[in-house]
């Protein structure tokens, strides 16, 4: 099975909204910073997260993020965020990847190789050694992080850090 991961554009297809709206607000610990129900205010947050990941209009204390669609065989199944540095926050909470699955798309093995997909686009930027923090009871994306080969660092007020070497 391969996947292809796209990199967000200004402007994005339907089904990149109607992926994000079934994922909602986040969940797990992944904050889904481009949900709105409204499609212009959508295009919007993507138009900004396209300048985001050009270190453009950086909100106060964020850091430049390149978002990825995952396609498998034409279909979209989910996303991932991949921030190119880390700031104190960052290094708390949220790491260097974040990635979530479409729910109607899970248990298919898709987290474990996106993962593996952005490990390498990262590595591409220059990160060799990559953060990852997920919910300690977020069983699912500890295995994924794990197959991986994240190495668990610490486990703190209920959330994992994971190292992976790139």
Known sequence: MKIILKELMPIESQDVFHMIQEIGEGQNGFVNNLYSDDLQVFQEKLNRNHGMSQGINLP?????????????????????????????????????????????????????????????????????????????SNIASRRVIESNKGILSEMKDGICKYWIKA
């Open 60 to 136: 106060g204390g964020a850091v430049p993020q390149t978002i990825f669609w995952f396609y498998i065989e034409d279909k979209l199944v989910g996303y991932g965020k991949m921030r190119h540095y880390l700031n104190e926050k960052l290094q708390e909470h949220g790491g260097h990847i974040g990635y979530i699955i479409r729910p109607s798309e899970r248990r298919k093995g898709y987290g474990e190789i996106a993962l593996k997909e952005l490990v390498i686009k990262a590595n591409e930027k220059g990160i060799q050694e990559l953060l990852l923090t997920c919910d300690e």
